[in-house]
């Protein structure tokens, strides 16, 4: 019989969909796999920490691709790459991304593995996130028109020094002395000294810089602390610092030193007193810029942001184990107080 509107037999009437479907079979494949096939976006993930200190922040990372329309497994695969505190492995791991030929580079923990990212590749895209200026480091040549490859989020945290040691100050009002732990030559410790010399003397307080680069030297500078009493400590925003976070509330607690710390992570651990960005929402923000340029925006025309969320915490238990007693402006102003 023919089909009166074409003249052309029924049967040999093939229409794109039912090819597809021959060819699935002639391939083994399912139907539905074949005909909707697209390519899947790889990202790169570079941190210089492990997966063990950031379990609650990569489903972060994962939320802010979603919510650009990439989900892992199904239409993005993330090759993670963990430096395990060790940031003179960034480089080749930066450089094995870059041989993997990653569509983005997400860099949303340490300011180290953004400037490794930006020396491996001048072509695939960056986005990071870093608690210093981003023009100075010489990622971006600006915030508004970041030029090039990179761009990424500011959560200024490296600025927030003086700020962390008044709160400091208003909850121990006892301290004779401040002290300070900073890496040597982190990208964060000049920023955050410059901000102590600006702000820290309006307390009137004497204030010593301890030094550290690993954990036996925080162990150290921890115990040379201790010798006198009286002090507090501030420790700095470096990611070094973050990832061991459990070793320097256990050492202050054991040597019975008050300390305020960069982020809540630190309270949450059974730090006294936390001051900063809160880095889920830090992550979040570096996954919807990567699902953005996945999409098809450039790095360059990307604004770099600034942090969306700062929180203030307080670790009550920790502040009773101290004999500390917290005043209640602080718990007023505090945005989570831990029982």
Not at 13 to 24: C, H, K, S, Y
Not at 212 to 224: F, L, Q, S
């Amino acid at each position: 019989m023919q089909d009166q509107s074409y003249g052309t037999p029924r049967r040999a009437r093939v229409n794109r969909r039912e090819l597809i479907g021959l060819f699935a079979v002639a391939a083994g494949l399912p139907l539905a796999a074949r005909a909707q096939q697209q390519p899947i976006s790889v990202i790169g993930f570079l941190h210089a920490g492990s997966p063990q200190s950031n379990v609650k922040l990569v489903p972060a990372f994962r939320k802010g691709l979603s919510e650009a329309g990439y989900v892992e497994g199904r239409n993005v695969t993330i090759e993670y790459r963990w430096a395990a505190d060790s940031d003179d492995r960034l480089p080749e791991l930066a450089a094995d991304l870059v041989r993997r030929k990653v569509a983005v580079i997400a860099t949303p923990g340490t300011t180290q593995a953004a400037l490794a990212a930006k020396v491996a590749t001048t072509t695939i895209p960056i986005v990071f996130s870093t608690g210093g200026d981003p023009v100075a480091l010489g990622l971006v040549s600006s915030f508004n028109r970041p030029g090039g490859n990179v761009t990424g989020i500011v959560n200024t945290s490296a600025r927030l020094a003086g700020k962390r040691l008044g709160l400091l100050r208003d909850l121990v009002p006892g301290t004779t002395r401040f002290a300070v732990l900073v890496t040597r030559n982190g990208p964060l410790t000049q920023t955050t000294l410059k901000d102590l010399d600006a702000e820290a003397p309006q307390l009137g307080l004497p204030m010593e810089i301890l030094y550290a680069d690993a954990a036996g030297e925080i162990e150290a500078a921890m115990t040379k602390l201790a010798e006198n009493s009286g002090a507090a400590l501030m420790v700095g925003p470096d990611a070094l610092f973050t990832n061991l976070r459990a070793q320097i509330v256990a050492l202050a607690a054991q040597h019975a030193v008050p300390a305020v710390y960069s982020v809540r992570e630190f309270a949450e651990a059974g730090g006294l007193l936390s001051y900063g960005p809160n880095f889920v929402s830090t992550y979040e923000q570096v996954g919807e810029y990567a699902g953005r340029i996945l999409k098809g925006e450039k790095p360059s025309d990307l604004p770099v942001m600034q942090a969306s969320k700062f929180e203030l915490v307080i670790n009550l238990k920790a502040a009773r184990a101290l004999g500390v007693e917290v005043p209640d402006k602080l718990l007023a102003l505090a945005d989570e107080v831990i029982e």
